[in-house]
């Protein structure tokens, strides 16, 4: 059986080597309570903190507006509601964009249950949202708007810091997500000017289970775990000091590699493309014309359906356009938002590279989707 090859990074990264030294460390040496006053617990906060300064570090903020998390989406469910709850009597309505991760949108209808509007706003057809369609859905009671910093299918990076102008200058609080971005492009919460930005470690070679919610200082907040007031009552219970010191490493880490990985990725993005193009000369790849995330290339095949196309790709691990629900494909709700019909979001892959891929591997990976698209277009239809 031929080797596995990964390309779904957008997906989840393997744990960098130097992170997992951090973390067996951490697992080793640290049990004490980070709110225990002996030494135990002084060691043990000591390397939560130093983690906590490395993300805040890694994003341009200050170690005190760091909140640890389970992971990007407890972040953003933590921010949409946070926020919504602290402000609920200033004014009960919000504004997405159409194309948010399902931990925003879905954050987003348990408020509209509860009596909350929400705004959605669309994309166009390169799947980026316009910063005025964001001014002009801005309403008197809108405390809130969350436009992701890059969208986790297409790669399509937003005009946070644009919307972020447009929604401050009617005092309204910016949120974004930006689980795929960090690690592959410049974040800085101060040029992106947002009062919230949620971190998810497994997207940067951190492990799963961990994660980060940037909270700037003096922003409405009220939190939704509640306990014993950890991490100055914004996120009540015990921070794993292993996972804390491991998502700070992996912070660090994207920092010190920023440029290299970004041009890895885009070399090996580029060379994957070019190499399907040429046996495809149809292919439709989402997002071209926009700025898009190094790594990602979203790409459809007309004709095919890429749920049949993923079955014979022999070993090549990657997601399609297709969302599988109970035995059912529905297509991509981010590639309906664009405009794209149905049959050709069901023909598209979501191929994206990561810093360990390499050229061999693109070019195997190649080879085997191209004999599984050549296979399943000579195979008779039922």
């Known amino acids: 059986m031929p080797q596995p090859i990964y390309l779904d990074y957008n997906a989840s990264t393997p744990i960098a080597p ?29 390397t939560v903190e130093q983690a906590r300064a490395q993300v805040a570090a890694s994003i341009g903020a200050e170690p005190d507006e760091i909140i640890f998390t389970s992971g990007g989406t407890e972040s953003n469910n933590a921010a949409i509601e946070g926020v ?7 004014g009960r309505h919000l504004v997405i964009t159409a194309i948010e991760h399902a931990s925003v949108e879905q954050a987003c209808r348990r408020l509209e249950k509860r009596g909350w509007g929400v705004t959605r706003v669309a994309v166009d057809p390169t799947g980026t949202i316009d910063a005025r369609a964001i001014e002009s859905a801005i309403r008197p009671d809108t405390v809130l708007v969350s436009v992701m910093h890059a969208n986790n299918e297409t790669g399509v990076i937003q005009p946070v810091a644009a919307a972020a102008r447009a929604a401050h200058a009617k005092a309204v609080a910016v949120h974004t997500d930006a689980a795929q971005s960090l690690g592959k492009i410049r974040v800085n919460v101060r040029e992106l000017d947002v009062d919230l930005l949620s971190i998810a470690g497994h997207k940067l070679y951190a492990p799963q289970g961990i994660g980060a919610l940037y909270l700037r200082r003096g922003t409405p907040f009220t939190p939704l775990i509640l306990g014993a007031g950890h991490q100055q009552n914004r996120r009540s219970g015990t921070e794993s000091v292993a996972l804390s010191a491991a998502l700070g490493a992996a912070c660090a880490l994207a920092e010190q590699q920023l440029t290299a990985r970004r041009e890895h990725a885009q070399t090996m993005r580029d ?11 149809a292919l439709i790849v989402h997002g071209i014309e926009a700025k898009r995330l190094p790594n990602t290339l979203y790409a459809a095949f007309p004709g095919l359906d890429a749920n049949e196309l993923l079955a014979r ?25 664009m405009g794209v019909k149905p049959e050709i ?33 000579a195979s008779p239809k039922a």
């Open 18 to 46: 130097e992170v997992l030294e951090v973390l067996t460390a951490a697992f080793r040496d640290f049990h004490g309570n980070p709110l225990s006053a002996h030494a135990f617990g002084t060691a043990a906060r000591h």
């Open 84 to 90: 919504a709850l602290a402000l609920g009597d200033r």
């Open 271 to 281: 060379r994957l493309e070019a190499g399907l193009r040429a046996a495809f000369p």
């Open 313 to 337: 790709m022999d070993g090549v691990a990657t997601g399609s356009g297709a969302a599988c629900h109970s035995g059912k494909s529905d297509p991509s709700k981010v590639l309906l938002a």
């Open 345 to 377: 979001a069901m023909s598209t892959l979501r191929l994206t590279t990561g810093w360990p891929t390499t050229e061999r591997e693109i070019d195997d990976a190649t080879r085997r989707i191209v004999e599984a698209a050549k296979a399943l277009t």
